[in-house]
């Protein structure tokens, strides 16, 4: 995805219509829904600050704080701002560990990896045996 500073959905979110069913269409527990939902519109999000230099890889700290201060909205709100770059730094790392399980770098991740890796997850939940009494 090229680097852009408006939104793909109608909302002005990252995440298209068709990308926000398929997230919830899946058979997740709401809560790893929500984790999910989160995690892919951070990747959305810094696929949208990447440069066409990236390499795929996630874009430094002085990028993200350049792109979000030319976001009108976190521009007038300093306090969110902060808390959007901590919750981004949170998921880039999720994100950091996933790509390299996968042989991948960060920004190669799709929508599709994303749900793969959650929905296997919450099956190993709920197939780990029980713990003995």
């Known amino acids: 995805m090229p680097a852009s500073d408006s939104g793909a959905s109608a909302g002005g979110g990252p995440l298209d219509a068709a990308s926000v069913q398929r997230l919830d269409a899946t ?3 709401a809560v790893q829904r929500h984790a999910l939902r989160v ?15 990236s390499a795929g890889t996630l874009p430094d700290d002085g990028r993200r704080l350049e792109w979000c201060r030319n976001q009108p909205v976190l521009r007038e709100d300093p306090a969110f701002t902060r808390q959007f770059l901590d919750q981004l730094a949170v998921a880039g790392r999720q ?3 996933l790509a390299d399980q996968r042989g991948l770098q960060p920004l190669e991740l799709s929508l599709d990896v994303l749900i793969e890796d959650a929905e296997t997850t919450a099956r190993a939940l709920i197939e780990a045996p029980e713990p003995p009494p």
Not at 39 to 53: G, R
């Open 39 to 53: 995690l892919a519109h951070s990747l959305a999000t810094f696929q949208q600050m990447a440069d066409s230099e």
């Open 95 to 97: 994100l950091e560990r």
């Open 27 to 29: 058979l997740l527990p």
